[in-house]
Every structure is written in structure tokens, then in C-alpha cells.
């Protein structure tokens, strides 16, 4: 059964509306772990020899982020700096990472119809994340689309996320029975689309 | 062989020691345990009490002076003006209600009204000590219905004066001019006014400009037992001083403790007064107990005991409606009436002015002076029955009863020690709107944090007393931040002991301190030069040309190497501080500190250096999926 992390990053934990609540979703998923990044690392001294074994240990990589700036918050650029050194996870020796899944769980305020093209952000999702779906074919890992909850400004936080916590926890599960359709998972805008509404 | 004070004092306190500890078992609480000591040991007992029991009955009644001291410290002048309501409405109702029902069904029973509602106002005070010290111990002063009855009480501590002013006018018998009174009561009417009003300003006045400064230098010779002594000093002067103008003693010390009740040495005063009115409110229920006068109760045992079931009864009903009329539930109205309806002490002193005045008869006198003893004797066994009988019928779900008021002083953080560390870490609480208690053993530093605005106390925080004071049962953080290792630790055992519930953030000098906190199971421990060191190593290491970056890494790098060594030691720094164990110890400890040294030639932000992508891409002609990410450089 592949093992599930979740790379977790969120400098404002408690001011989160949709992250907490969607972490709060999968906290009690078996065969889950949960990696919250911010917590470990408050100074960003990332502890680099350990991320690597942590990554080892697992099969499919979840990095969970609120969308900042069309990336992810700063802890994550300097997690991706420096644990995928080369010689681990990229280079003609860096193979550790070799065949593992890589996804994106994103957040953002605006609706759908602003991440298209010709919308108000002018480039898709899919687009905007690229440096990430490079960076993982880099290490050669497998890229899917990223899960994305749009609008998160206008949701009423206590009733409205229901939906995307229970999409959140089906993708989840899916990824760790081995359930998912990984080529399907791959081609599409948003995986979101190919789990239904749970 | 009665008059050796010493045998005295062992009959009194072996009774204490031996009943108590049996009443509590028993779950009658300490009061009624006290009570009924005085009995065994009293003339219709074991016989063990001295004729002279007077003079202890005396001596105990420094205990509720005492009392009553501490309860004015309790007070703030503010609070005391939020209670103004309760104290007015509900305690003004509940004795001039009491006195006028009481008068009335003397008046019935064909008795003359001047004496009637004379022994009205009497009967109408309840017994401070009884009750605060069973609800105390029962936790439930801070409960609402805890609140009204502590306003009833304070409203009658507080009527006692005018009622010792008029009882004289209401007297009918002749009696030598005199002969009981002294003091104020000897003088013209306007000269009394004025000596009492004297007397409550010099206590207000001392209080405010005279002890602190007073206090301060006190507390600046660092010397306990000077500063009790001083505490002790204080609360006896003022007895004295309200004694000779013929005023109550309690009522004196409650005023000063409402004065001193804004001062910084609140909690210390607490913490010095609180053992002695302890053993002294005992010493009062004991003599109590051996006072009630068991020949007059067998003469007549239906006409007394006729005479206390009537003003309980009569007590209740009128606190019962008292509490309704202000919006009780019927439960806590139950409460206040099962809780209040006793006789209390002042009732021993008002009788005593009332028969030397002539207000009331000898006979009278002492029938009622049974009576109150044996009301108060009622009073915890009434409590019991209250809880266990009355009570569960009225059981409200927990959740109701949770919302009981808590204090504005509980703070969330106490910082015991508020010098060099102590005082920043309280700047910093204080500044992210973390409510602080300070204690400190330093008066000057606390005057001047005083000054300042900040909530600082005096005060020796390993002592129990000071702690529970500074509200460490409502607190969530205790943090450590004294000089003195020793005392660090003994403040460690007491909190650990009697607030396990305190998160500990403790500092300590240096490293053996550290070992044997962490192998004490303490984890947040802090040795107290680290963190300026580890600053100053980082701007030597700017001075030298390093880049701010890079230099913050290397400081980040180095101190949380050098925390896990520290762990890491604890665990082998052996019990058996051989030296052995102590040169494996140095020997491990200098190898963590020079792999924390090297850490820049081992695995440190490798992926900074683009070394090896470098070699990689100039020795193999980089091909497909081997290329490097772009902008590494």
C-alpha cells in the first residue's frame, strides 16, 4: 500500500479558514502522515538529512499550501532548495525520489473563472503551477494535477467546505489504496475532477 | 495544674490535632471537628480547659480579627464598589428583616420592644467565621451563592459599629453607669463622632502613606520572619488602637486590609497572616465549643433548645426571602438561609455591651449566650445536611455551575523572579497582551516596576501561601526566571506538587543546572547566558565580514546543536557523579561541539553550494533529464 505524506505549510495556521479544515479532514486517515512544516522548522532551520529520509519513506507526496503569490509560502521554496540537493533528488545520481507521486493540494481566494486563460490571473492553475510540475519530472517523479479549492473568500468557513474536505479525503484515501487512475489523475486541469463529489 | 500555659497549649492543640483530622474523615469539615474538641476538652467534658478560659477565648478572637484582615485584602476598593449593591440591598435587608421580625415576635411574647429589638440586631449577625471558613473548605466562596452570602457578612461585619452605638439607647434596665463601657462610649456624643472618624483616618491615611514606605524597608532587608513580624505588628497595633476608642478590632483590621489591598505586598501579607488566622480561628471555634454552658442547657434543654430552633428558623426564613427578593434561585436561596441562619461571634460581644449596658437582663443574657454557641455548633452539621440531603434535589447540570465568576487578578502567566531575565520575559508577555502576575523578593525592583504600571508583588514565590495567592490554581504557565538555583528548585517541588497542572518554563545558570532539571523530566529549561552569547557570536561573526545571512544560519545551526548536546548529556550525566561517568560526558560533549563547529564542511545547506552540480556538469556532457534546474548558480 503506498505510503502517504503530507507536506503541510501554513505560516498562519490559526488564522486559516479552508487548510485547517482541510487538514483537519484527513488528520485521522490511516496510513497517513502529516508533516507540518511550520511547526517543525519556526526559524527555518529545516533539518535536511531528516526531510530526505522522510521523503524515502514514502511513496506519495502531498504538498499542501495556501496559494501565495501564484506559489507557495516561503518555507516551501527553501524546503525545495534544500532537501532535493542534487545527488538525492536529481543529477545522474540522485534517484531517491525516482517513481514517487508528486501533487500539488492548493487554496485560493478567487474563484475558477480568474485562473483561466484571459481571466483576471491570465494563466490556469495547471500554468501557474508549473516550476512544480518541473521540479518533480526533474526528480522524476510522477506530476499530477494539482487539487485546487477556488474561492475561499467567499465560502462561509463553518458550512461551506464541506464538499472539498470530503473531495480532499476521497483523493487522499484513493492515493493511498492505490485506487486512483494516475494517468487520468495526470492529464486532467484539476484532480478534483476526476474524484466527483464524494 | 490548669494554669501552665504550656499544658494549656497541648490540650489545645492535641484536641485540634486529634479531632480534626477524625471530622474531616467523617466529612464534617474542620469547623464542626473544632467544635466539638472544645466540647470533650470543656468543663462538661474531660474537664481539661483552665477556669481562666476567658483569656483564651480572648487570645482566639485574634483569629477573626485576622479574618477579617485577610478578607479586606481580598477587597480592592473597586470590587468593594461593584459589591456595593449586595452588600447595601441584600445584607441592610437581611438585618433590618431579621431585627424587625425578631422584635416583633418578642413584642408577641410579651416582652418590652427595646429589648426585643435590641436582641433582633443581635441574633441578626451571622458568624464570619464559621461560615467562610466551611464554605472555603467546601470551594464554594466563589460560587454565586458563595458571592451573596459573603456581601450578607460583610454588611453585618460592617453594621456592627452602628449597632454597638445605638444598643446603649435601647436599654431599660439600670445598671452602674459604665461599668462595661470604656473608651469613646464614656465621651459626649460629638467627641465619640470624632475620635471614630479620627480613628478610621489614621488607619486610611496610615495605610496609604505610612506602611508601604514602611513595608518597602522592610522588605529590603530580605528577612522573613521581620517582614511577618512587621505583618503581625501591623494587624495587632490596629486591634489595639481600635480597642482603646472602644470600636471593633475586626472592623479596624478590615479596613486596613482594604487600604493595603492596592499595595504590592498584598500577596505577602496574605501569605504571613494566613497560617496564624488559621490556627487562631481554631483556637476560637475550640473555645466555642468548651464555652457553651451545658448546666444551662440541662436546666431548661426545651426553653434553649426551643430558643435556637426559633431563631434559626426564624433567621432562615427571613435570608430565604432576602435572597429571593434579589433574585436567588430557590437552591442557592436554600443555601444562603442553611449557610447564615447561626449566631455568630459578634453576637458574644454585642450581648456582653448589651448586658453590661443593661439592655438585657444576666438571665437573658446567658440563655442567648448558649443558644448562639450552640447555633454555631448547628452550623456545619446543618451544611452537611444542606449538601447531602437538600442539595441533590436542586442538582444542576455541571455545566451551569462552571460559569462561577473568576477574579480579575487570575492572569494566565506568573513570572516568580523579576530581575535581569525576569523582568524581559515579562515586557515581552506584556507586550503580546499576556495577562502577567510578577513576583519578586526585591521591594526596590518592585517599587520601581510599580511605578512603571506593571502588576509586580513582593514576595518569597516557593511558599505555598504566595503562590495560591498569586492565583497559581487558575494559572497555565509558571515561569521560573530567580537567580538562586536552590531556590528554583524548592519552587519547582512546591509547584509540581500542589499545581501540577503548571506548564514550567524554567531558567537556570548553566549546564549541570540544565542536566538536572532535564533528567527531573523538566524540558523547558534555558540556560540563562546562552541566547547573548549566541548574539554576540553572531555580531563578532558580522564584525569579521560574515554576511548577515549566513552568520544567523551559523548561530541557528550552532544553538540548536549545542540544546540536543545538552539533552543528549542529561541523560549520562550519571547519577553516580563518578568520573568516569563525567569524562565520557566532557569527551561526548566536546565532540558535539565540534561537529557543531564543522557544520559548514558536513551536511549544511548542500544545496546552496552548487559544487557538485558544477563538477557534474563539466565532467559529463549533461544530457536530457540530468540537466540542472535553471538559475542554480
Not at chain 1, 509560502?73 to 532548495?81: F, I, Q, T
Not at chain 2, 476567658?54 to 473597586?78: K, N, Q, T, Y
Amino acid at each position: 500500500m503506498p505510503r502517504v505524506l503530507v507536506l503541510f505549510a501554513h505560516p498562519a495556521f490559526e488564522k486559516s479558514r479552508i487548510n485547517r479544515r482541510l487538514l483537519e479532514a484527513v488528520r485521522d486517515l490511516e496510513g497517513i502522515t502529516i508533516h507540518d512544516l511550520y511547526e517543525a522548522y519556526p526559524d527555518f532551520l529545516i533539518d535536511v538529512p531528516a526531510e530526505q529520509r522522510r521523503l524515502v519513506a514514502h511513496d506519495v507526496i502531498v504538498l499542501q499550501h495556501p496559494f501565495y503569490w501564484y506559489s507557495a509560502p516561503a518555507l516551501v521554496k527553501e524546503y525545495l532548495d534544500l532537501v532535493l540537493e542534487h545527488g538525492f533528488a536529481y543529477g545522474s545520481t540522485g534517484r531517491a525520489l525516482e517513481g514517487k507521486v508528486f501533487v500539488n493540494a492548493t487554496t485560493t481566494g478567487g474563484p475558477e473563472a480568474a485562473y483561466q486563460v484571459g481571466g483576471r490571473n491570465r494563466f490556469t492553475m495547471r500554468q501557474l503551477l508549473a516550476p512544480f510540475d518541473q521540479t518533480a519530472v526533474l526528480c522524476r517523479m510522477a506530476y499530477l494535477a494539482p487539487f485546487v479549492v477556488h474561492g475561499t473568500h467567499t465560502v462561509d468557513a463553518d458550512t461551506g467546505f464541506g464538499p472539498a474536505q470530503r473531495q480532499y479525503r476521497t483523493l487522499l484515501a484513493q492515493l493511498r489504496d492505490g485506487t486512483l487512475d494516475l494517468a487520468r489523475a495526470a492529464a486532467v486541469d484539476r484532480v478534483n475532477d476526476v474524484l466527483g463529489e464524494a | 495544674m490548669h494554669d501552665n500555659v504550656l499544658l494549656q497549649a497541648f490540650v489545645y492543640l492535641a484536641a485540634a490535632v486529634a479531632a480534626v483530622p477524625i471530622a474531616r474523615r467523617l466529612g464534617m469539615g474542620a469547623v464542626l471537628g473544632y467544635l466539638l474538641a472544645g466540647i470533650v476538652i470543656g468543663p462538661f467534658g474531660l474537664r481539661l480547659v483552665a477556669e481562666s478560659r476567658e483569656d483564651v477565648l480572648h487570645a482566639a478572637e485574634f483569629g477573626v480579627v485576622m479574618m477579617l484582615f485577610l478578607i479586606g485584602l481580598e477587597l480592592r476598593p473597586s470590587m468593594l464598589w461593584r459589591m456595593r449593591v449586595a452588600v447595601l440591598g441584600l445584607g441592610g435587608a437581611q438585618i433590618v428583616g431579621t431585627a424587625l421580625l425578631a422584635a416583633l415576635v418578642g413584642i408577641a411574647a410579651g416582652s418590652a420592644w427595646k429589648p426585643a429589638l435590641a436582641v433582633g440586631f443581635i441574633i441578626a449577625m451571622s458568624s464570619t467565621a464559621i461560615v467562610l471558613q466551611s464554605l472555603a473548605e467546601a470551594g464554594r466562596l466563589r460560587t454565586d451563592a458563595g458571592q451573596r452570602i459573603f456581601s450578607i457578612l460583610l454588611a453585618q461585619d460592617i453594621s456592627v459599629i452602628p449597632i454597638l452605638a445605638v444598643l446603649p439607647l435601647l436599654a431599660t434596665l439600670h445598671v452602674g453607669a459604665g461599668s462595661e463601657a470604656h473608651g469613646v462610649a464614656t465621651l459626649p456624643g460629638w467627641q465619640q463622632a470624632f475620635v471614630v472618624l479620627a480613628a478610621v483616618a489614621a488607619i486610611v491615611g496610615g495605610g496609604r502613606f505610612l506602611l508601604r514606605p514602611v513595608f518597602r524597608a522592610i522588605a529590603r532587608t530580605k528577612l522573613r520572619e521581620v517582614f511577618t513580624a512587621t505583618a503581625l505588628l501591623l494587624v495587632v497595633g490596629i486591634a489595639l488602637l481600635m480597642q482603646a476608642v472602644g470600636l471593633s478590632p475586626a472592623l479596624g483590621t478590615f479596613l486596613a486590609g482594604v487600604v493595603l489591598a492596592d499595595s504590592e505586598y498584598r500577596h505577602e501579607l496574605e501569605g504571613d497572616i494566613e497560617p496564624f488566622k488559621g490556627l487562631l480561628l481554631g483556637l476560637f471555634f475550640i473555645s466555642v465549643g468548651a464555652g457553651i454552658d451545658f448546666r444551662l442547657v440541662a436546666h431548661a434543654p426545651a426553653a434553649i433548645l426551643g430558643l435556637v430552633v426559633g431563631i434559626m428558623a426564624l433567621k432562615a426564613l427571613v435570608l430565604y426571602g432576602v435572597a429571593r427578593l434579589f433574585r436567588a434561585t430557590t437552591a442557592d436561596a436554600m443555601f444562603v438561609a442553611a449557610a447564615l441562619c447561626q449566631v455568630g461571634e459578634f453576637a458574644f460581644v454585642l450581648l456582653a455591651l448589651a448586658r453590661g449596658s443593661g439592655v438585657l437582663g444576666d438571665a437573658e443574657a446567658g440563655r442567648l449566650v448558649a443558644a448562639v454557641a450552640l447555633s454555631m455548633l448547628a452550623t456545619p452539621l446543618l451544611l452537611l445536611a444542606q449538601s447531602r440531603l437538600v442539595e441533590p434535589r436542586f442538582a444542576v447540570p455541571a455545566v451551569e455551575r462552571g460559569a462561577d465568576a473568576i477574579p480579575d487578578e487570575d492572569t494566565p502567566v506568573i513570572v516568580a523572579g523579576f530581575g535581569r531575565v525576569g523582568s524581559t520575559i515579562g515586557r515581552l508577555l506584556r507586550a503580546s497582551g499576556v495577562g502577567t502576575t510578577v513576583l519578586d523578593l526585591d521591594g526596590d525592583q518592585i517599587e520601581l516596576l510599580r511605578r512603571m504600571g506593571l502588576e509586580a508583588y513582593y514576595g518569597d514565590a516557593t511558599r505555598l501561601e504566595l503562590l495560591t495567592a498569586a492565583g497559581a490554581a487558575n494559572a497555565r504557565v509558571l515561569v521560573l526566571a530567580v537567580d538562586d538555583f536552590i531556590v528554583t528548585e524548592r519552587l519547582i517541588a512546591v509547584a509540581r506538587r500542589h499545581f501540577p497542572h503548571l506548564q514550567l518554563i524554567v531558567r537556570v545558570p548553566d549546564r549541570p543546572e540544565a542536566y538536572t532539571l532535564l533528567r527531573d523530566g523538566i524540558s523547558e529549561v534555558f540556560r540563562e547566558t546562552t541566547g547573548t552569547a549566541c548574539d554576540m557570536g553572531f555580531a563578532t561573526l558580522r564584525a569579521l565580514g560574515h554576511r548577515a545571512f549566513q552568520a544567523r544560519r551559523a548561530v541557528q545551526a550552532f544553538r540548536a546543536h549545542d540544546e540536543q548536546g545538552v539533552r543528549v548529556l542529561a541523560g549520562k550525566w550519571g547519577d553516580d557523579t563518578s568520573y568516569m561517568s563525567e569524562a565520557r560526558a566532557r569527551i561526548a560533549e566536546t565532540e558535539q561541539l565540534l561537529a557543531a563547529l564543522s557544520f559548514v564542511d558536513h551536511h549544511f545547506d548542500l544545496a546552496w553550494d552548487n559544487t557538485t552540480l558544477r563538477e557534474e556538469a563539466q565532467g559529463r556532457s549533461p544530457s536530457g533529464h540530468t540537466a540542472g534546474p535553471e538559475g542554480t548558480d
